[in-house]
């Protein structure tokens, strides 16, 4: 059963950092482009980091220099470290697998910035 488990959200205060976690299971994210999007209330769902099959990462402009993605095969998991987090940060943020034939999304995590 292919499925993608966010974990990590949570309330933090502006300036703060946290890091999310995306658990896969049924396929092999190392196969696959693994990206991380969000959604403001309100908002359309927008990218934030992705890291491609073959390890290169792409940031959003918003994202960069405070966001890191990476990946542990191992653990088959997709990790988004945010620092230096802003109260515009606020949204869900979802997992999203992009593989040959298919795309799985994760259920989201909720991250709220806000002193």
């Known amino acids: 059963q292919v499925q993608l488990v966010e974990s990590g959200g949570g309330l933090v205060q502006p300036g703060g950092s946290l890091r999310l976690s995306c658990a896969a299971s049924?396929?092999?994210?190392?196969?696959?482009?693994m990206t991380w999007y969000r959604q403001a209330p309100g908002k359309e769902r927008e990218l934030v980091a992705g890291i491609n099959s073959d390890g290169s990462t792409n940031y959003a402009d918003s994202t960069k220099g405070r966001f890191t993605i990476s990946r542990d095969k191992r653990k088959n998991t997709v990790y988004l470290q945010m620092n230096s987090l802003k109260t515009e940060d606020t949204a869900v943020y979802y997992c999203?697998?992009?593989?040959?034939?298919?795309?799985?999304w994760g259920q989201g995590t909720q991250v709220t910035v806000s002193s």
């Open positions: 999203n697998a992009r593989c040959v034939h298919e795309a799985y």
């Open positions: 049924g396929f092999t994210i190392s196969n696959c482009a």
